[in-house]
């Protein structure tokens, strides 16, 4: 799943670098792990989440520097615990970027922006 899809795909770092939507180890992770992290450590959960939906408001793009920059993890926990910081259901996928954080080495991460309040159901 982590490996390279075919010889179109060997320039693209990427692709090596995170799974795909509908790659299985992801998949496992958003459906067993995350769901404890956000359970374990709830407080800090609802923290990152304030802290996106802040940095997102009106359209802004956000990415998980932006809110680790804001708002750090605890040593100790464990940093994909991050990925609960923008949900599907409140935020749209527009794109990746490299990491300007030497922890993450360039990885490349996810771009986010906050869905619409007619998208979210509370539009008046």
């Known amino acids: ?20 939507e509908g790659d299985e180890m992801g998949e496992i992770y958003e459906q067993q792990v995350l769901p404890l992290q956000v359970e374990r450590h709830k407080d ?3 923290k990152l989440r304030k802290t996106a ?6 359209g802004k793009e956000v990415t998980s520097d932006d809110v680790h920059a804001k ?16 949900p599907k259901t ?5 794109g990746s ?6 922890v993450n080495h360039g990885r490349f991460l ?15």
Do not use: H, T
């Open 71 to 86: 708002c750090p993890i605890p040593v100790g926990v464990d940093p994909r615990v991050m990925g609960a910081a923008f």
């Open 53 to 58: 939906r802040e940095l997102g408001a009106y």
């Open 110 to 124: 996810s771009v986010w922006v906050r869905k619409s309040e007619r998208e979210l159901g509370l539009a008046k």
């Open 1 to 20: 799943a982590w490996q390279r899809r075919g010889p179109r795909y060997l320039n693209q770092v990427s692709e090596l670098e995170q799974p795909e």
């Open 90 to 94: 409140d935020w749209v996928r527009v």
């Open 44 to 46: 800090l959960v609802d």
């Open 97 to 102: 970027r490299k990491s300007n954080r030497a």
